[in-house]
């Protein structure tokens, strides 16, 4: 089996993917990154609002605590009231989604 040409010098493919991918646009807004390894990476700018958007959403509560507490505290009182209609409904509704 016989192989030509091949370049040994050349960079290596992610980085040549990174170079050829940021290089054709002309006014490209990626967003540079250096790897620990020394090697630059580039970021969309979508892919830096997917991140900014994340890093808020991990910010948020997982649940509302204050309307938890309320409904603990009519349930406690006995004056919390179940829409009997509205939850079989939802239960259809779900059951015709995942059933």
Do not use: R, Y
Request: aromatic share 6%; no cysteine; proline share 3%.
């Amino acid at each position: 089996m016989e192989i030509n040409n091949l370049n040994i010098n050349s960079s290596s493919p992610k980085t040549k993917q990174a170079e050829s991918s940021s290089a054709g646009k002309e006014g490209s807004t990626d967003i540079p990154s250096k790897t620990t390894s020394g090697e630059t990476v580039f970021f969309s700018q979508e892919s830096k609002a997917m991140n900014d958007l994340e890093s808020s959403i991990k910010e948020e509560p997982d649940f509302d605590k204050d309307k938890v507490a309320q409904i603990k505290a009519a349930i406690a009182d006995g004056n919390f009231a179940i829409d009997d209609e509205a939850l079989a409904n939802n239960i259809i509704q779900f059951e015709e989604l995942f059933g």
